[in-house]
């Protein structure tokens, strides 16, 4: 059981980001097909789609991004990222957060269903999954990156523009 959300780059930013991972395949073996940034990913406590929040996010598309505001980095062992900064994706993560809190804080019980309080029990029972306290935009490029091999990238000086999103929730 998980929610999650996340901004998606429109087709001309895909077609760049697998051209720029294409030009690099000597030192990229495990380059990803498909691409985003995660807003947020929750098993914690679910965030339930609202008119408000939708139409929020929708408000803010598309977001582009300037070469000047990304660059390379490794997040856990081993995977290539693209970090960016952005003050309107910072400003949607905050929407979202304040979102979850309305939720778990104010609406409870009154504004949920029957079936949300349902779910919402089961996503604080299976508490056990991990937390990310830290909020890093980025988009993943590759898996089993070699480290060592981060400066030997050609740059990638495209602009990628997020155009929609997606707000996925599995029970």
């Not at 029957?114 to 490029?141: G, S, V």
Request: charged residues 30%; contains cysteine.
């Amino acid at each position: 059981m998980y929610n999650l959300i996340r901004l998606n780059p429109d087709e001309r930013s895909v077609i760049n980001l697998r051209r720029f991972l294409k030009e690099n395949k000597e030192i990229i073996s495990y380059p990803k097909e498909n691409f985003h940034s995660t807003l947020s990913y929750t098993v914690e406590t679910p965030i339930f789609q609202r008119e408000g929040i939708l139409q929020k996010i929708e408000s803010r598309l598309p977001i582009t991004l300037s070469p000047e505001s990304y660059f390379f980095d490794i997040f856990g062992k081993d995977d290539l990222v693209l970090r960016f900064k952005s003050s309107k994706v910072l400003e949607i993560k905050s929407e979202i957060m304040q979102e979850a809190i309305r939720y778990t804080m104010l609406d409870l019980p009154n504004e949920l269903s029957c079936r949300k309080i349902k779910i919402l029990r089961k996503f604080l029972e299976q508490r056990a999954n991990r937390i990310y306290f830290d909020f890093n935009p980025h988009i993943t490029l590759a898996h089993s990156f070699d480290r060592s091999d981060l400066e030997k990238l050609t740059g990638f000086n495209e602009e990628i523009v997020f155009d929609s999103f997606d707000w996925n929730f599995k029970e």
